[in-house]
């Protein structure tokens, strides 16, 4: 059974770095992209970036130079770390294979 | 970047009726390789979103056959035939045939 779950914190200070993780079973990143999309509060879904299966990353070309995706195939997980937050970058973050998705994450930059 | 534009922002329906939302494309989401990624995601309220279609017309696992996606190049159409309660949230459709992925701005089904 393929399942995504989000883990990180809830709340991040402006300025400061956003640090999540998406930890999967049921299929192996070596094999399959998985990606990370954000919603704010009351809008509508944006892609943030994503990893493939042979390692290589891409990303949103607004948020690029503040963004980076990595991975553990070892562990199964895939971190997303984003600097410079500011209030703007409150959303909920789903990581994703998109044909399956994640609970998502709540994250509010909030001083 | 390619832009989706999702029509109409608002659908009202009664339960049994069929309705249609648009999604159009500044460009054609023609892959070199001759596929079309074009999908559709539905999200139900305080849920994460489900895929329904994938590459245009290919429903996914476990998805009811009362929803079908038609179209090419750059419109294409979600239909559900005969509106059920579990179906209200809103539509998103995702192209994936160029970079940077890119979602249409959504689709409300509500009841009327």
């Known amino acids: 059974q393929v399942q995504l779950k989000e883990s990180g914190p809830g709340l991040v200070q402006p300025s400061q770095t956003l640090s999540l993780t998406c930890t999967v079973s049921?299929?192996?990143?070596?094999?399959?992209?998985v990606h990370w999309v954000r919603q704010p509060p009351g809008k509508g879904l944006e892609w943030v970036g994503a990893?493939?299966?042979?390692?290589?990353?891409d990303y949103n070309s607004a948020l690029k130079s503040r963004l980076s995706i990595s991975r553990d195939t070892s562990k199964s997980q895939v971190f997303l770390k984003m600097n410079s937050l500011q209030t703007e970058d409150t959303a909920i973050y789903f990581c994703?294979?998109?044909?399956?998705w994640g609970q998502g994450v709540m994250v509010t930059v909030s001083s | 970047d390619v832009v989706l534009t999702q029509t109409p922002p608002t659908l009202s329906a009664t339960i049994g009726q069929s309705v249609s939302i648009s999604c159009r494309s500044s460009?054609?989401?023609?892959?070199?390789?001759?596929?079309?990624?074009l999908h559709w995601l539905l999200q139900r309220p305080g849920q994460s979103p489900q895929l329904l279609i994938y590459?245009?017309?290919r429903l996914e696992s476990g998805v009811p056959n009362r929803f079908s996606g038609s179209g090419s190049g750059t419109d294409f159409t979600l239909k559900i035939s005969g509106v059920e309660a579990e179906d209200l949230g809103v539509y998103y459709c995702?192209?994936?045939?160029?970079?940077?992925?890119?979602f249409g701005g959504g689709t409300k089904l509500e009841l009327k």
């Open positions: 994703t294979r998109f044909d399956n």
């Open positions: 049921g299929f192996s990143l070596t094999s399959n992209s």
């Open positions: 990893i493939w299966s042979g390692g290589s990353t």
């Open positions: 460009q054609s989401l023609l892959h070199s390789n001759g596929n079309t990624y």
């Open positions: 590459s245009v017309s």
């Open positions: 995702v192209q994936g045939t160029h970079a940077p992925r890119t």
